[in-house]
């Protein structure tokens, strides 16, 4: 999460919210995503890799393979550089990256510097939305070019597949001690291929509210028909992978 934004953090009102309340995600997307990895070597890059759920997982899917977390939300990487620095094995195996990969590139250089010139693998879990159509055709260029034999891409696309609008609806109910958090999102079109989530996350104390943050930010939608067309662009091939409801997909090479 956080991945491909501007200047701006999409996350910095929201941040100490969210790792806790996307954790109960994980529960699902953890063993499809070890299933993905099956195989794979390093190094492996975690793109928006938000607080480092997905982090633990490709840690534990590639043994001692490298791995590079970019995530460029400050609020969200320190909960990332916390969970790093706590585990010994994480911390002598992860790289965390402050930088916003697939902008605007240099014009002496199509592709990021700082990632490895040969890449086992790249994760992109939940993040996908923050790439327009020009960052997602070097990101696909970037595998295209980078990945080595048996190398891959995972990343799901979550909801809505296409510019429509998403009713107000709440995702996350959790409790820590005496307080509540609750989170809440809905979502409205924005222009072609683009729609706007608006956030609320509500903080009870014995259940009487003491708090209320609000965020938005744009998401670019992508379903699997426009994903099979980008990536076969550039020789990948994109399949889906893991139960049908997670929306998740593993890039590859296309033979040949």
């Known amino acids: 999460m956080g991945e491909g ?23 699902a997307l953890g063993p499809a995503l070890a299933r993905a990895l099956r195989g794979v070597t390093g190094p492996v890059v975690d793109v928006g890799a938000g607080g480092g759920h997905g982090t633990r997982v490709i840690a534990d899917a590639v043994p001692g393979a490298p791995i590079v977390a970019v995530e460029p939300s400050p609020g969200l990487r320190a909960a990332l550089l916390a969970r790093v620095c706590e585990d010994a094995g994480l911390r002598d195996r992860v790289t965390v990256l402050p930088e916003r990969l697939f902008g605007p590139p240099p014009p002496d250089r199509p592709d990021d510097p700082t990632l490895p010139d040969r890449l086992g693998a790249v994760v992109l879990m939940n993040v996908i939305g923050h790439f327009d159509a020009a960052a ?17 891409a995972v990343l799901n696309l979550p909801p809505p597949a296409q510019p429509v609008a998403v009713p107000l609806t709440r995702f996350c109910d959790i ?13 409205e079109p924005a222009g072609p ?58 890039i590859q090479r296309a033979a040949g």
Not at 10 to 23: G, N, P, W
Not at 175 to 187: D, K, P, Q, S, V
Not at 216 to 240: C, F, I
């Open 136 to 152: 997602r055709d070097r990101l696909w260029r970037l595998l295209a070019d980078r990945l080595v034999p048996g190398g891959r």
């Open 175 to 187: 409790r820590a001690g005496r307080r509540r958090y609750e989170g809440w999102g809905r979502a």
């Open 193 to 250: 291929g683009l729609v706007t989530w608006h956030m609320t996350y509500r903080t009870f104390d014995a259940d009487r509210p003491v708090g209320e943050v609000t965020a938005s930010y744009d998401w670019w939608v992508l379903d699997q028909k426009r994903l099979e067309a980008e990536t076969g662009e550039h020789g990948l091939l994109a399949s889906g992978t893991g139960p049908v409801e997670l929306g998740m997909y593993v």
């Open 5 to 27: 934004m501007g200047v701006a953090d999409a996350y910095e009102r929201s941040a100490e919210f969210l790792d806790v309340m996307i954790a109960p995600a994980w529960a």
